[in-house]
């Protein structure tokens, strides 16, 4: 099992910037990948960005230029951040946190919510 705590969500002005992060805890050693996806009021879930245990970083096209993924870990816990900068309106949503584990096992997190209005 892998339990997954996201924070860092709020309300930010347009142009703002917010540091979402994600704590994995339980069995870390058999994630593979930990994943950041969002999802609007009314629309579908969509990738924003991914890292790979083996280094291997992929960031979403669309927001490529304004978002950064990072990551650390000790012993018994691995944590990912989603550095969001120069905040539109339309990156208003709740942002969840994945982490894949052998077997190709999905976790997710509850969620944290952004909201980016004046």
């Known amino acids: 099992q892998v339990q997954l705590v996201e924070s860092g969500g709020g309300l930010v002005q347009p142009g703002g910037s917010l540091r979402l992060s994600c704590v994995a805890s339980?069995?870390?050693?058999?994630?593979?990948?930990m994943s950041w996806y969002r999802q609007a009021h009314g629309k579908q879930r969509e990738f924003v960005a991914r890292?790979?245990?083996?280094?291997?970083?992929?960031?979403a096209d669309s927001i490529k230029d304004r978002f950064t993924i990072s990551r650390d870990s000790t012993e018994n816990t691995m944590s990912m951040y989603l550095q969001m900068n120069s905040l539109k309106p339309e990156d208003a949503a709740v942002y969840y946190c994945?982490?894949?584990?052998?077997?190709?096992?999905?976790?997710w997190g509850q969620g944290t919510e952004v909201t980016v209005s004046s």
């Open positions: 339980g069995r870390v050693f058999s994630i593979i990948a």
């Open positions: 994945n982490a894949i584990v052998g077997g190709a096992t999905d976790y």
């Open positions: 890292f790979t245990r083996g280094g291997d970083t992929t960031i």
